[in-house]
């Protein structure tokens, strides 16, 4: 077995074959598949009941990559139509999700073509635009709306992602609005609501004190809709980092799913917590 900071040997034996096989100066990737598989398996048995697990494939998209992760994890998080390709050629077709910004029309139309779950929506002019492909299309899209809430500081990240301006998400003052917007679209459905406020969060702690705080909000968020009964879902994104410098210093995610499932049994009503991680 290979100490924390070494390579495993497959990967060393594979490395040193195919230099053999190089004539000019190597330049790979190497990945170790089963080693993948394990620790997607690890992750997904520490989550509580009611809690699943989405791969954001904009972390690795190689189609080898996919084909281990889809038959674990429950779904598939995509943010481009290059994305949507590669998702939907897998091996193992899994349900997805639309994220992101910078959704085209195209993109958009060609989601709802290939069966998408749901969007992610970022912004009202988006929810208008999705309304306007929906309705030509004949089809009723279920949608969660991203939100960009005011964050405590002490919940600050390497990458704060919510909590000031920025391109991702509804800023919450407009929440109401925004929630209005999807109720009045004969062609969309509010199901939930999406979080990604940090990445790179290496403290398990702080990421608790996070999921804690978008819980506390999870029966306000829910109550602006017209049939709150209809929102079942929180995603939570992902934002968990990886300790490269130290590899065997990592983010304890055993003790995030403990407490998460803790917070969980708290609440009355309880949403569906999705994770979406890439690293």
Same mark, same amino acid.
């Given at each position: !077995?290979?100490?924390?900071?070494?390579?495993?040997?497959?990967?060393?034996?594979?490395?040193?074959?195919?230099?053999?096989?190089?004539?000019?100066? $190597?330049?790979?990737?190497?990945?170790?598949?089963?080693?993948?598989?394990?620790?997607?398996?690890? $992750? &997904?048995?520490?989550?509580?009941? =009611?809690?699943?697990?989405?791969?954001?494939? &904009?972390?690795?998209?190689?189609?080898?990559?996919?084909?281990?992760?889809?038959?674990?994890?429950? =779904?598939?998080?995509?943010?481009?139509?290059?994305?949507?390709?590669?998702?939907?050629?897998?091996?193992?077709?899994?349900?997805?999700?639309?994220?992101?910004?910078? &959704?085209?029309?195209?993109? !958009?139309?060609?989601?709802?073509?290939?069966?998408?779950?749901?969007?992610?929506?970022?912004?009202?002019?988006?929810?208008?635009?999705?309304?306007?492909?929906?309705?030509?299309?004949?089809?009723?899209?279920?949608?969660?709306? #991203?939100?960009?809430? *005011?964050?405590?500081?002490?919940?600050?990240? #390497?990458?704060? !992602? +919510? =909590?000031?301006?920025?391109?991702?998400?509804?800023?919450? +003052?407009?929440?109401?609005?925004?929630?209005?917007?999807?109720?009045?679209?004969?062609?969309?459905?509010?199901?939930?609501?999406?979080?990604?406020?940090?990445?790179?969060?290496?403290?398990?702690?702080?990421?608790?004190?996070?999921?804690?705080?978008?819980?506390?909000? *999870?029966?306000? *968020?829910?109550?602006?809709?017209?049939?709150?009964?209809?929102?079942?879902?929180?995603?939570?994104? =992902?934002?968990?980092?990886?300790?490269?410098?130290?590899?065997?210093?990592?983010?304890?995610?055993?003790?995030?799913?403990?407490?998460?499932?803790?917070?969980?049994?708290?609440?009355?009503?309880?949403?569906?917590?999705?994770?979406?991680?890439?690293?």
């Amino acid at each position: !077995m290979a100490e924390p900071n070494e390579l495993p040997r497959s990967i060393l034996s594979a490395i040193e074959r195919y230099r053999q096989q190089c004539s000019d100066p $190597m330049a790979a990737f190497f990945y170790d598949l089963p080693a993948l598989a394990a620790h997607a398996n690890a $992750m &997904k048995a520490a989550l509580p009941p =009611g809690v699943e697990l989405y791969y954001a494939i &904009k972390a690795n998209s190689e189609p080898a990559i996919i084909d281990t992760l889809a038959p674990i994890v429950d =779904g598939l998080e995509l943010s481009s139509g290059g994305e949507i390709e590669r998702a939907c050629r897998s091996a193992t077709p899994r349900p997805w999700v639309l994220s992101g910004p910078g &959704k085209l029309d195209a993109d !958009m139309r060609s989601a709802i073509e290939r069966g998408v779950e749901a969007f992610h929506v970022e912004s009202l002019g988006e929810i208008a635009r999705l309304q306007s492909i929906a309705a030509a299309l004949g089809h009723t899209q279920p949608v969660l709306l #991203r939100i960009n809430p *005011w964050l405590p500081e002490s919940f600050s990240s #390497r990458l704060r !992602m +919510a =909590g000031t301006a920025t391109p991702f998400g509804i800023d919450e +003052a407009q929440l109401p609005q925004a929630v209005s917007a999807v109720d009045n679209a004969s062609n969309l459905q509010l199901c939930g609501f999406h979080v990604h406020a940090m990445s790179h969060q290496t403290s398990e702690q702080r990421h608790q004190q996070l999921l804690a705080f978008y819980l506390e909000r *999870w029966p306000s *968020w829910r109550a602006l809709a017209r049939y709150p009964e209809q929102l079942t879902q929180l995603n939570v994104g =992902g934002g968990i980092g990886v300790n490269y410098r130290q590899p065997s210093h990592q983010f304890d995610w055993a003790s995030l799913c403990n407490a998460l499932g803790q917070q969980l049994d708290t609440l009355s009503e309880p949403p569906r917590v999705r994770f979406e991680i890439g690293r």
